[in-house]
């Protein structure tokens, strides 16, 4: 639910989100709006009601002018309208920095209704500043722009906010690899004016007196960095005294660790409401002599090529472990796969957030630059991965095995402390690898996601039960992870064990030989394919010159609707066909998007394809660009000679008459990973 609150003409917009005990996560500066909480609220809103609002000046609330709107006071009964406006009886408020004494300040006023606070990088002015902001002044003209004095009204708004935000959220986040945490606050603070940042800064001289929070009376949980930058620790230890709070120091965490690690912060939240408004718990403990077998798999939502492999991966499971239960945490389009096969779906699955949906979001004309997306999908990926703990926290799991399952993977490095069963990776490529037109910030962004994955794998080897790549040593790619970082298939080699290509099917043979020439096109699982669809039948009429007969089914797959292309005479559409490999195997060619699975299947069954690779789609131009050169398969084209109805027509006709002369595709990759996944249960 949204809405908004006015109050002495100034209007505040909040959002409320679940049901249950009621949590509120309160505004802080007006430099970032109530988005800075996007890593708490899709989760805690499953187990409590969370509203979130944007303080004045930030994000969808009004924009006053003058010091005089932003007062502490000013905050604290924005805070207590937006309570009335929601019918809120009782909460607990979590405050971050700025926010904190306004969370308290409102216990404080209405105990009744505050049952708990929580304070996340205490800004309370219950200690002096670090020393090296003290010694310059906010208000006074400086000569310098180093250093703290960037934080300078006058620099502000005479040209160097842009240089201030850069040296600010640096600080903000000291904990290496930060990169999205630092450009979501740059990019945020980009939304409103240096001369508001000014007021809101002016307005600090009306600040609340910190001795009153001595008289607090409900519980306190304070959680602090040990490396904050912005307020020093000691701020957080000396609120924790003073109201005889619980504290919680994040070592080498900074200002920020409910973006910075995500996964604690909100693990300590919902232990922390539970304990102030404790609802009823109903559970299931199994003596571990009666627990089955039981496989917890994870299927990567984006393309359906995943879903194939793993599932006969886990038919091959099955027959080497018979008594094994294996249930499925999986998104759609790869639920609709596994309902068709028979499979146990978990039903927390229907709590996982759509990657498919934010992929086609970020997709452009046959254009996904997949490594951006992928990092914007930060709070998507937090938020299912706590759908996973919680899945696994509440039901004994032997293995689990995840197919490309990043969050997972990245979230238990992070915190692995949280493993609690065998744990098995699957991966079809290894390294982030940088576009040409990305230049020289993208090369250093990969660089720092792989160094990070890196430095994870050295520390916690034994996280990882089982490291398995589906393909051969070969089918890596001979680049550099980055700049004095390891070669990625010597590294893959020396980590990983090699399954072979898994197709999940056993080749068809021969395809019949009467009848016209057979085109299948295909873009995949998700809805990232449409432009290309609509390119190829803009070539229908080019192809039919240039290749008598050929007749065309096409394929959009259970993302895009059938009925939203048009129909050309010699053309079939289909929606999705659970059995697509069977009708790959049956063209005479196939023209598909560069995706990994699609390829490899025609490629096994030797068919001749074009693959047009998603421009800025690093894996599918680098990764299975090199497998299918290994492969000596199929022809690559690029999405601008794609378009142009000649040329595509041109290079069809070249992959009908061009003889054939694939490598062989394994056929016992399936068998090879169960016996490995095997030997962990």
Not at 214 to 241: F, K
Request: negative net charge; hydrophobic residues 40%.
């Amino acid at each position: 639910m949204e809405g908004t609150v006015t109050r002495n003409g100034v209007t505040i917009h909040y959002r409320v989100e679940g049901e249950g005990p009621t949590l509120v996560l309160l505004p802080t500066w007006s430099l970032v709006p109530s988005r800075c909480w996007k890593a708490q609220v899709p989760y805690l809103a499953r187990h409590f009601r969370v509203i979130t609002f944007d303080g004045r000046g930030s994000g969808a609330s009004d924009k006053p002018t003058g010091a005089a709107a932003y007062a502490d006071a000013e905050f604290v009964a924005d805070t207590i309208a937006v309570l009335d406006a929601t019918s809120t009886p009782y909460c607990v408020l979590v405050g971050f920095s700025r926010g904190c004494p306004w969370a308290l300040e409102v216990a404080l006023r209405q105990p009744s209704r505050v049952l708990g606070v929580v304070c996340i990088g205490s800004a309370t002015r219950l200690t002096p500043m670090l020393e090296e902001r003290t010694r310059w002044t906010w208000h006074e003209r400086h000569q310098t722009s180093e250093g703290w004095a960037k934080y300078n009204r006058y620099h502000w708004v005479e040209g160097g906010y842009d240089d201030f935000l850069t040296f600010f959220f640096d600080r903000m986040f000291p904990e290496p690899h930060s990169s999205k945490q630092i450009e979501d606050g740059i990019g945020w603070a980009h939304e409103i004016s240096p001369s508001l940042l000014v007021d809101t800064e002016a307005a600090r001289s009306q600040h609340l007196d910190p001795a009153r929070f001595a008289d607090l009376t409900c519980p306190v949980l304070i959680v602090h960095g040990s490396d904050d930058q912005i307020r020093p620790p000691a701020e957080g230890a000396r609120l924790a005294e003073l109201t005889g709070g619980s504290l919680v120091t994040v070592v080498g965490g900074g200002h920020a660790p409910h973006a910075r690690d995500p996964v604690v912060v909100n693990h300590l939240l919902r232990q922390f409401v539970s304990q102030v408004m404790p609802q009823p718990v109903r559970r299931t403990w199994v003596r571990a002599a009666r627990r089955a077998r039981r496989v917890l798999y994870l299927s990567s939502p984006i393309g359906l090529g995943h879903a194939r492999r793993d599932l006969a991966i886990a038919r091959e499971l099955r027959t080497v472990q018979p008594d094994v239960e294996i249930e499925w945490l999986a998104q759609h389009p790869v639920t609709r796969v596994l309902a068709d096969a028979g499979e146990v779906v978990h039903p927390a699955s229907d709590w996982l957030l759509s990657e498919s949906a934010h992929v086609e979001f970020e997709a452009g004309e046959h254009d996904l630059h997949a490594f951006q997306a992928v990092r914007r999908m930060d709070e998507i990926l937090v938020a299912n991965f706590l759908t996973f703990t919680d899945v696994v926290e509440d039901r004994h799991y032997d293995l689990v095995i995840g197919d490309e399952a990043w969050e997972v993977d990245y979230f238990l490095h992070e915190n692995p402390e949280l493993k609690r069963f065998a744990y098995a990776w699957l991966t079809d490529f290894v390294g982030w690898l940088p576009m040409p037109d990305g230049g020289p910030d993208e090369a250093a962004l990969t660089a720092d996601y792989n160094a990070e994955m890196l430095a994870q794998r050295s520390r916690y080897r034994r996280l990882r039960d089982c490291s398995l790549f589906v393909g051969d040593p070969e089918d890596v790619v001979e680049e550099s992870f980055g700049p004095g970082l390891p070669d990625i298939r010597e590294w893959t080699q020396q980590n990983y064990t090699f399954t072979g290509y898994i197709t999940g099917f056993e080749p068809a043979g021969s395809r019949p030989a009467a009848g016209p020439p057979r085109c299948l096109v295909t873009v995949g699982g998700s809805g990232v394919g449409t432009s290309l669809l609509h390119r190829v039948l803009d070539a229908v009429p080019a192809l039919q010159r240039l290749i008598p007969g050929i007749e065309f089914d096409v394929v959009t797959g259970p993302r895009i609707d059938p009925a939203s292309l048009p129909h050309l005479p010699g053309v079939r559409v289909h929606g999705y066909l659970p059995d697509l490999h069977l009708e790959l195997g049956k063209a005479d060619v196939a023209i598909t998007q560069g995706g990994l699975t699609t390829c490899m299947e025609l490629t096994a069954q030797r068919v001749p394809f074009v693959y047009i690779p998603l421009q800025h789609h690093f894996e599918q131009n680098f990764h299975v660009t090199a497998r299918l050169d290994r492969h000596r398969a199929g022809h690559r084209l690029e999405y601008s000679e794609a378009a142009q109805p000649d040329r595509l027509a041109e290079a069809v006709a070249k992959a009908l008459t061009d003889p054939v002369d694939y490598l062989a595709v394994p056929t016992d990759g399936a068998s090879r990973a169960a016996h490995l996944l095997a030997d962990l249960l």
